[in-house]
């Protein structure tokens, strides 16, 4: 089909232009969506509605579906026919001024405007064709006439004369629109396996981009848990740690070759499409038909269920790297008494407002906790410190398994942290942390600039004043103990609690200047050991 017809055939009967946005009518008709909208609306006023090109009628307002087919195809054609003016070939006639030129006779040789056009011969020898400057390449080498024929032996285009005393007489010929025609379904075939190739491969690399999020995120809590465990070690176990380190992180990194190995087979599948669709919508069946790397186009099935395994296996890759399995061989070769906690990540704590004291405030994340010289007024609660208890419960309790989360007390000089019972004292000096048989805490006393540890009345002075701003606290409820650790480089343990819990455990902030915030998220975590000085 010449471009003019096919232009005629994609416009709109109410604009005269391309189709926008193309909806079907139930009689089968096509309009553009704005122009059968405004049609109809014109109609609604009379009591009926009817198709404005076959004029059929509808009892009610009909449903517009939308031509998903049409408008692709609309879309196309507008992106591979630019204006006229663009495409250089003028008109042979208008020697004054350049005038573009619509049609090129093959027969004469030459181009022609619309005025020329008009006065030029019709007789059969005169050849239209759509503008060209290459008018030799359309014409038989061996008798100089114009190709006319396709000869379905050979593969070849043909003239008159190839036919009728040329090497083609006797075989099979079609006419250059049938051939093309016939080709171009091949060529849409392949097409539309490529577009579902594409598409699939577009959602094979989103998935594993997905999952290399998630690979990536174990691999780098693997990553500093591996390496805060061999922090003391260092000098011994350095090439381990490298080891280690470089199988977490391999996952990832094969998951990113096969996306890198994806995307380029999509950029491949793209370059593929993009000819064929411009082979697709050429209207010159000559150069569809001499197209001559056809048929690397048309395979379509390279490697396709090799990618599909290797995606499979890749999406169903099991968990994280065995870092506890892997540690134990390496550490066994190195060392052989050890005593680690491997804990592995911080326990998700926050604060509960109804048992925060009416001289704190708290967060909107629930996080941090501030001494306000205003009174608060929190709404009554059973459960609420009073007095001069300015201490807050975390909501969540702990009534087995091992935690451990950091508290930042950098923004407070007077603090107080730790665990209780939920059964402790919400007034009086028995509600305060470390001041009865319910609770265990680590003090910082500002009056004296000093730590402690307190539990029953019974406070112990810390040999050492904290290094850095940050505490940890750890429970190991079947053990039954509570330590204390100062967040420096390397971790330093303060002390230790070893009691026989008889009651869930939450944690416990008190603080009477500033503020002291809980951390959240995994933290560095050195080796962990049980020291002398314990209290029992």
């Known amino acids: 089909m010449a471009s003019g017809d096919l232009r005629a055939e994609l416009e709109c009967s109410v604009c005269l232009n391309i189709y926008t946005d193309p909806v079907t009518l139930k ?212 090439d381990l740690e490298k080891r280690i380190l470089r199988e977490i992180s391999g996952r990832a990194e094969r998951i990113s070759i096969s996306i890198r190995d994806l995307e380029i087979k999509k950029e491949e599948l793209s370059r593929k499409i993009r000819h064929i669709e411009e082979l697709c919508n050429m209207t010159d069946p000559l150069t569809v038909l001499q197209e001559s790397d056809t048929g690397d186009l048309c395979d379509t099935e390279d490697g396709d269920n090799e990618d599909r395994e290797r995606h499979e296996e890749l999406l169903h890759d099991g968990g994280g790297l065995d870092v506890t399995g892997v540690l134990h061989t390496g550490l066994s070769d190195i060392i052989t008494e050890v005593n680690v906690f491997y804990i592995q990540g911080a326990a998700d704590i926050l604060l509960d407002g109804n048992t925060a004291n009416n001289d704190l405030q708290i967060s909107e994340d629930r996080k941090t906790v501030s001494r306000s010289d205003r009174n608060q007024n929190h709404p009554e609660a059973p459960e609420r410190f009073q007095d001069y208890s300015s201490q807050v419960l975390s909501s969540r309790s702990f009534s087995s398994g091992r935690h451990y989360w950091d508290v930042d007390v950098g923004g407070s000089d007077e603090w107080r942290v730790g665990m209780c019972y939920p059964s402790i004292e919400r007034g009086g000096e028995e509600s305060v942390i470390g001041y009865n048989k319910k609770s265990w805490g680590l003090d910082r006393d500002d009056d004296d600039d000093e730590y402690s540890v307190i539990h029953d009345s019974n406070k112990i002075l810390l040999p050492t004043n904290l290094s850095g701003n940050r505490v940890r606290i750890y429970l190991d409820y079947e053990a039954g103990r509570i330590s204390f650790y100062d967040l420096c480089d390397p971790i330093r343990h303060l002390h230790t609690f070893t009691i026989i819990f008889t009651e869930p455990l939450h944690a416990v902030l008190g603080v009477w200047r500033g503020c002291i915030e809980i951390c959240g998220g995994r933290r560095e975590m050195g080796e962990l050991r049980p020291q002398s000085g314990d209290v029992r």
Do not use: W
């Open 27 to 238: 009689c089968g008709h096509n309009f553009c969506r704005v122009c059968i909208d405004r049609v109809l609306d014109t109609q609604g006023g009379s009591g009926g509605y009817s198709c404005p090109e076959c004029r059929e009628e509808f009892p009610d307002r009909p449903a517009l579906q939308k031509n998903m087919k049409l408008r692709n195809i609309a879309e196309t054609f507008l992106s591979a026919h630019p204006d006229r003016e663009e495409s250089g070939v003028f008109c042979t006639y208008c020697v004054d001024s350049p005038v573009p030129a619509v049609r090129s006779c093959l027969h004469c040789e030459v181009s022609l405007c619309d005025k020329h056009l008009r006065v030029h011969k019709k007789s059969p020898e005169h050849i239209l064709c759509d503008p060209t400057l290459s008018m030799e390449s359309r014409k038989c080498s061996v008798h100089k006439e114009v190709l006319k024929y396709f000869c379905t032996n050979d593969g070849s285009c043909a003239c008159m004369s190839c036919c009728m005393i040329g090497g083609h007489k006797g075989h099979k010929m079609e006419s250059l629109d049938e051939a093309s025609e016939k080709k171009k379904e091949t060529l849409r075939n392949v097409l539309q396996k490529l577009l579902t190739k594409r598409e699939e491969t577009e959602e094979r690399v989103q998935s594993l981009q997905e999952h290399r999020r998630k690979v990536e995120e174990e691999a780098a809590g693997d990553t500093e848990r591996v390496t805060a465990l061999f922090r003391d070690l260092r000098r011994r176990l350095e």
